[in-house]
Structure formats: structure tokens, C-alpha cells
């Protein structure tokens, strides 16, 4: 079973920077999604620990995340990080960790939300203009 549970979600100007984490462990495979108001759950980046790769690791991000979101991990506090810079008000949503401990996810690059089966609580992320 994987357990997921997020923080450091808040309120911020247009512009500004925010870090989320999520303490997690045994997971194969993980990744952050987003929900606006009144819009589906949208995945942003995934990270999947991928054996093939001399980093151990290999990382998706989705065309609105690419070049302004950071995915990372902190190994030794199990905590998964998403750093997010000059965000924006459609950034605005609760934001979700979720993870799949499918042996080999590393195949597999969707950020589509049935892609994972186990999801933490969610923080709320509120842009402001």
C-alpha cells in the first residue's frame, strides 16, 4: 500500500513560487496533477523510477507544466517535491500526488489520471492577480 500525503500548498501573487511536497514511499512510478474549478484533474508531470537509466529515474511533464514546474525527489525524507515558478492564475486548484507500484509503470509515459491508483488528499494552490 502506498501512502500519500501532500503539503505546502497556499496562496500567492501572480508571479510568485511555491513548493509542494508529498511524503510517499514505495512507489514505482509518481506523479502531480491538478484540479481547477468546474475542470477535469489534469496531469502535469510524472516521474518514473526506471531501472533502464544510469539516473535511476526518468520524468514527463506536460506541455503546461514544461518549463516552469520542477519535479524532484528528497530520497532520504521520502518527499517527493514540485517546485512551481512564476505561476499564474490559471494555476489555481487543488493539487494532487498519486502513484502506481505497477513493476513496470516505467513503460509506460500517460498522465492520465486511471494511470495511477493511489492518491493523497490533495492542497489547495490559489493564484491571485
Known amino acids: 500500500q502506498v501512502q500519500l500525503v501532500e503539503s505546502g500548498g497556499g496562496s500567492v501573487q501572480a508571479g510568485g513560487s511555491l513548493t509542494l511536497r508529498c511524503a510517499a514511499s514505495?512507489?514505482?512510478?509518481i506523479g502531480w496533477f491538478r484540479q481547477a474549478p468546474g475542470k477535469e484533474r489534469e496531469g502535469l508531470v510524472r516521474?518514473?523510477?526506471?531501472?533502464?537509466?544510469?539516473?535511476?529515474?526518468?520524468?514527463i511533464y506536460a506541455p503546461s507544466a514544461q518549463g516552469r514546474f520542477t519535479i524532484s525527489q528528497d530520497n532520504a525524507k521520502n518527499t517527493l517535491l514540485l517546485q512551481m515558478n512564476n505561476l499564474k492564475p490559471e494555476d489555481t486548484g487543488m493539487y494532487y500526488c498519486?502513484?502506481?507500484?505497477?513493476?513496470?509503470?516505467?513503460?509506460?509515459?500517460?498522465?492520465?489520471?486511471?494511470?495511477?491508483?493511489?492518491w493523497g488528499q490533495g492542497t489547495q494552490v490559489t493564484v491571485t492577480s
Open positions: 516521474l518514473n523510477r526506471d531501472p533502464r537509466r544510469a539516473s535511476g529515474t526518468y520524468t
Open positions: 514505495g512507489y514505482s512510478c
Open positions: 498519486a502513484a502506481t507500484q505497477g513493476p513496470r509503470c516505467y513503460l509506460s509515459s500517460s498522465l492520465m489520471p486511471v494511470a495511477f491508483s493511489f
